[in-house]
């Protein structure tokens, strides 16, 4: 009896142990995923405000980790801070153009705004209203749900994973409704296929079909060429000259790099506002410039209202509970003043890689526009924010710091492990 007893008692501890390791875990677990938002796993690569020491080492980075061309401003206070150009063949400036990717979505997403300020477009209106030429397919979910705020956030339910590869030079393009209908140049591995395959909850689901859908809306509504819409409604009043859609003069474009240093495809686009804007970085200074105010000039510079911009800094779409997407833009981090450091990303094949990014509370921007490394600029796009805010964004979390948070997380976990072994042998 007094060994059952004994038995019963060590089998209680034993238990209360292995409870407690879990709960060190999970609290472990949660240290880890706020330091590594936080930074604290992560050196500052300049000091703060230095914004010559933090283009030296963008520099340095560049010089290890490029065969290509780069691009870069840094903006302070909504003015332009610094710069810097390289290219490892035909030398770049401020007035090269650059096709950067996704970035173009964000310039989209204003051209849908202009639509919605001008009352031509209901942001909570099915989009199938806007649409004559093509409409969703039929699913297992209301297409109704499909929204134009939901389009822009991504968070429409849309699963098509679009990434779009492009198409040579030789190929002739197709057609809006051919790409909507089997777009035929999807990144392997993804479904390209444009229909609702799960439900609208506010999660984040990446869609480069749903700015497709977007460029149609602005094509039906307007009744122009998604092109002439957008340099006529948003480049021109915001002085952007010579960016452009399609057709970029070849005297002023950018050579395109693959990540050995060779020269690449110039792929073109049927989904040029998901994938294809041509601009320069002295054009997408305007761009940022247009969103801070300024003596004389409020933000949006009469393109948005400084209300529009505000809804659009504001979150839309989630993971894992955090803000993730307003509505045409990035939610990188929290910058401090009630707001966001907001901005795109983008990559298209084989390496090109360019971001923009701002916050809009203090003025301080990035931009950078390269080819020759498919994540270079990416990378010091995450550089900066950390620089500027302190944060670290999810998307440097995923693509720069798994291993080395993993690496935290599992040294933290096998002292607790031990601990408790010590503990159930004692």
């Given at each position: 009896?007094?060994?059952?007893?004994?038995?019963?008692?060590?089998?209680?501890r034993?238990?209360?142990?292995?409870?407690?390791?879990?709960?060190?875990?999970?609290?472990?677990?949660?240290?880890?995923?706020?330091?590594?938002?936080?930074?604290?796993?992560?050196?500052?690569?300049?000091?703060?405000?230095?914004?010559?020491?933090?283009?030296?080492?963008?520099?340095?980075r560049?010089?290890?980790?490029?065969?290509?061309?780069?691009?870069i401003?840094?903006?302070?206070?909504?003015?332009?801070?610094?710069?810097?150009?390289?290219?490892?063949?035909?030398?770049?400036?401020?007035?090269?153009?650059?096709?950067?990717?996704?970035?173009?979505?964000?310039?989209t997403?204003?051209?849908?705004?202009?639509?919605?300020?001008?009352g031509?477009?209901?942001?909570?209106?099915?989009?199938?209203?806007?649409?004559t030429?093509?409409?969703?397919?039929?699913?297992?979910?209301?297409?109704?749900?499909?929204?134009?705020?939901?389009?822009?956030?991504?968070?429409?339910?849309?699963?098509?994973?679009?990434?779009?590869?492009?198409?040579?030079?030789?190929?002739?393009?197709?057609?809006?409704?051919?790409?909507?209908?089997?777009?035929?140049?999807?990144?392997?591995?993804?479904?390209?296929?444009?229909?609702?395959?799960?439900?609208?909850?506010?999660?984040?689901?990446?869609?480069?079909?749903?700015?497709?859908?977007?460029?149609?809306?602005?094509?039906?509504?307007?009744?122009?060429?998604?092109?002439?819409?957008?340099?006529?409604?948003?480049?021109?009043?915001?002085?952007?000259?010579a960016?452009?859609?399609?057709?970029?003069?070849?005297?002023?474009?950018a050579?395109?790099?693959?990540?050995?240093?060779?020269?690449?495809?110039?792929?073109?686009?049927?989904?040029?506002?998901?994938?294809?804007?041509?601009?320069?970085?002295?054009?997408?200074?305007?761009?940022?410039?247009?969103?801070?105010?300024?003596?004389?000039?409020?933000?949006?510079?009469?393109?948005?209202?400084?209300?529009?911009?505000?809804?659009?800094?504001?979150?839309?779409?989630?993971?894992?509970?955090?803000?993730?997407?307003?509505?045409?833009?990035?939610?990188?981090?929290?910058n401090?003043?009630?707001?966001?450091?907001?901005?795109?990303?983008?990559?298209?094949?084989?390496?090109?890689?360019?971001?923009?990014?701002?916050?809009?509370?203090?003025?301080?921007?990035?931009?950078?526009?390269?080819?020759?490394?498919?994540?270079?600029?990416?990378?010091?796009?995450?550089?900066?924010?950390?620089?500027?805010?302190?944060?670290?964004?999810?998307?440097?979390?995923?693509?720069?710091?798994?291993?080395?948070?993993?690496?935290?997380?599992?040294?933290?976990?096998?002292?607790?492990?031990?601990?408790?072994?010590v503990?159930?042998?004692?």
């Amino acid at each position: 009896m007094v060994f059952g007893n004994g038995r019963n008692d060590w089998m209680k501890r034993v238990l209360g142990i292995i409870l407690a390791v879990m709960v060190a875990l999970g609290l472990w677990a949660m240290v880890v995923a706020v330091g590594a938002r936080e930074g604290w796993w992560r050196p500052m690569v300049a000091e703060r405000g230095d914004a010559e020491a933090f283009l030296l080492w963008a520099e340095g980075r560049y010089a290890a980790e490029s065969e290509g061309n780069m691009a870069i401003v840094l903006l302070e206070g909504g003015q332009t801070s610094g710069s810097w150009f390289a290219s490892h063949g035909r030398p770049v400036n401020a007035e090269s153009l650059f096709q950067v990717a996704s970035v173009s979505k964000w310039l989209t997403a204003w051209g849908v705004m202009t639509l919605v300020e001008d009352g031509r477009v209901d942001l909570d209106a099915p989009v199938s209203r806007y649409l004559t030429r093509w409409q969703l397919p039929e699913s297992a979910f209301d297409n109704d749900q499909v929204t134009v705020r939901r389009l822009l956030s991504h968070s429409a339910g849309l699963t098509d994973g679009l990434g779009f590869l492009g198409f040579g030079p030789d190929v002739d393009l197709p057609s809006i409704v051919d790409e909507l209908t089997d777009p035929v140049d999807a990144y392997p591995g993804r479904s390209g296929v444009v229909r609702v395959g799960a439900r609208a909850d506010g999660t984040w689901r990446y869609s480069g079909g749903g700015y497709l859908v977007l460029q149609l809306v602005i094509e039906e509504v307007s009744g122009e060429a998604f092109n002439d819409y957008m340099r006529r409604a948003v480049f021109a009043p915001l002085g952007m000259s010579a960016s452009t859609f399609v057709d970029p003069d070849p005297e002023h474009l950018a050579e395109i790099y693959a990540a050995d240093g060779s020269e690449a495809v110039h792929y073109r686009f049927t989904a040029t506002g998901a994938a294809s804007l041509y601009t320069s970085v002295a054009d997408m200074t305007r761009f940022l410039e247009a969103q801070v105010a300024a003596p004389g000039a409020v933000p949006g510079r009469g393109v948005l209202s400084p209300e529009t911009l505000a809804a659009m800094a504001a979150p839309e779409a989630f993971v894992y509970s955090l803000p993730v997407w307003g509505l045409g833009e990035s939610l990188y981090a929290p910058n401090g003043a009630g707001g966001f450091v907001i901005g795109h990303d983008g990559s298209n094949f084989p390496a090109i890689n360019t971001t923009a990014r701002l916050d809009p509370a203090k003025g301080n921007g990035l931009i950078v526009l390269s080819s020759g490394n498919a994540t270079l600029a990416s990378e010091i796009g995450g550089e900066w924010l950390h620089w500027q805010t302190g944060k670290v964004g999810l998307d440097t979390i995923v693509l720069f710091d798994l291993r080395r948070i993993l690496i935290v997380f599992a040294s933290g976990a096998l002292v607790i492990i031990v601990g408790g072994v010590v503990l159930v042998r004692r």
